[in-house]
Nanobody
Framework: QVQLVESGGGSVQAGGSLRLSCAAS?????????MGWFRQAPGKEREGVAA???????TYADSVKGRFTISQDNPKNTLYLQMNSLKPEDTAMYYC???????????????WGQGTQVTVSS
């Protein structure tokens, strides 16, 4: 059973920072090429934020480049998203998933966590 549990969301003012964590639990038979962070704001499509592949290569959405950093702690099976200089438009539910980066999520697939809410006020 693949389990992904996000934490670290909250409410901050614009310019603030948050660090999201995703604790992953995988059965021995499971492997994934990528892990990623995605977000969805009310009334909008689910979009890619950042992803990291098994070589450690990272990909970011243009809107977060230079502000967000994705990383992973392999021994702990934990994925992180450091978010700095947050903007009101970053407000969304953030999900981690066993998926590679895509600008917009248009197809099913991968395993998803339940999400953690990030709210940025101006």
């Amino acid at each position: 059973q693949v389990q992904l549990v996000e934490s670290g969301g909250g409410s901050v003012q614009a310019g603030g920072s948050l660090r999201l964590s995703c604790a992953a639990s995988f059965p021995r038979w499971y492997s994934t090429n990528c892990m990623g962070w995605f977000r969805q704001a009310p009334g909008k499509e689910r979009e890619g934020v950042a992803a990291i592949d098994r070589r450690g290569v990272t990909t970011y959405a243009d809107s977060v480049k230079g502000r967000f950093t994705i990383s992973q702690d392999n021994p702990k099976n934990t994925l992180y998203l450091q978010m700095n200089s947050l903007k009101p438009e970053d407000t969304a539910m953030y999900y981690c998933a066993t998926r590679c980066f895509s600008t917009v999520v248009t197809s099913p697939g991968g395993f998803w966590g339940q999400g953690t809410q990030v709210t940025v006020s101006s």
